[in-house]
């Protein structure tokens, strides 16, 4: 994947995808970020004034709207425009008889919900249908059929609608299926990523094919093994920087891409000063040495067929 360097001041680095659109390699989060609008306009006023431009939500976060209410309030304030930043939505996998009718219209909703025209990157959330934690149909027959639908459903997603599409939570085996029905390759596979759960297979998979690795939960969502891993305390004083942004580094050092979210705006400025952190080969070896211990997020992907 190619890096590029950012025309503008604020928004960090930018990757190129492989559908030829800018993508910021450091995003916002907004994964439980409250529906209350106040707090709601005030994170991303933080994060437009600390850099941010790019933003990650989801159907399943429930926030288009507030989100949508936040950026037309926020941008002019800046000085900026729909066009400089960049939006990113999710929806669940779908029934395949369901595919072909519901995610354009799960596209036009968030697309009003927003208050945009176009979205920047539409990504499938989870490889199958259902919650995550509902392991009972992990391997029902029909999920292959529901991420072939639903693909094929965004592949015909006007341009002018939706830019970029791409996927999260599929596994190496989930991508390499795609050889047998996708016209377009996903642009973006997000995946939980941190020094206890590296996914070097999947990583290794999509730098290949040229498709972008982004991740999620840098911080395992805080946990304290994690953070207090004495490697990742000594790269911290080295650095004089804090864990939380030894983690970050840890993925955009090597060309990935993190979503970090907070409402708290103090924290929101200090995620992203991660950009400002480059960690030398030899930090990365120290952090890839830690004994992996599995993933924190409630989700076993790798358990879908």
């Known amino acids: 994947m190619m890096q590029v360097a950012n025309p503008s001041s604020s928004g960090g680095p930018l990757i190129k995808l492989n559908s030829g659109y800018l993508m910021p390699l450091v995003g916002l989060g907004t994964y439980k970020l409250s529906v209350d609008q106040e707090l709601v306009n005030a994170a991303i006023c933080a994060a437009l004034q600390s850099g941010y431009r790019q933003f990650d939500t989801a159907k399943l976060y429930s926030n288009e709207r507030e989100l949508g209410d936040a950026f037309e309030k926020s941008l002019p304030k800046f000085g900026l425009r729909r066009e400089d930043i960049f939006l990113c939505t999710k929806f669940w996998a779908l029934p395949p008889d369901q595919a072909s009718v519901k995610v354009p219209q799960l596209v036009e909703e968030s697309l009003l919900n927003l208050k945009t025209s176009y979205l920047d990157l539409v990504l499938i959330h989870y490889p199958k249908p259902g919650p995550p934690q509902d392991e009972n149909n992990a391997d029902a027959e029909g999920n292959l059929a529901s991420r072939r639908e639903c693909w094929r459903a965004l592949e015909k997603m006007p341009k002018d609608k939706v830019r970029s599409i791409g996927v999260s939570n599929y596994e190496v085996r989930h991508l390499e299926e795609m050889d047998g029905y996708a016209s377009t390759m996903p642009a973006v596979n997000q995946v939980e990523f941190h020094p206890h759960f590296r996914r070097k297979d999947i990583k290794a998979y999509c730098d290949d094919r040229g498709i972008f690795f982004q991740s999620f939960a840098s911080f395992a969502r805080q946990n304290s093994e994690l953070l207090n891993e004495p490697t990742v305390v000594e790269l911290a004083q080295k650095h004089?920087?804090?864990?939380?942004?030894?983690?970050?580094?840890?993925?955009?050092s090597q060309g990935v891409g993190v979503v970090p979210k907070s409402t708290n705006p103090q924290r929101i400025h200090a995620n992203f000063e991660c950009l400002q952190l480059k960690l030398s080969t030899d930090d990365i070896r120290?952090?890839?040495?830690?004994?992996?211990?599995?993933?924190?997020?409630?989700?076993?992907?790798?358990?879908?067929l």
């Open 286 to 304: 120290k952090l890839c040495s830690i004994p992996e211990r599995g993933n924190y997020i409630r989700n076993t992907p790798w358990l879908v």
């Open 240 to 252: 004089d920087t804090t864990p939380q942004n030894v983690l970050l580094s840890f993925a955009t």
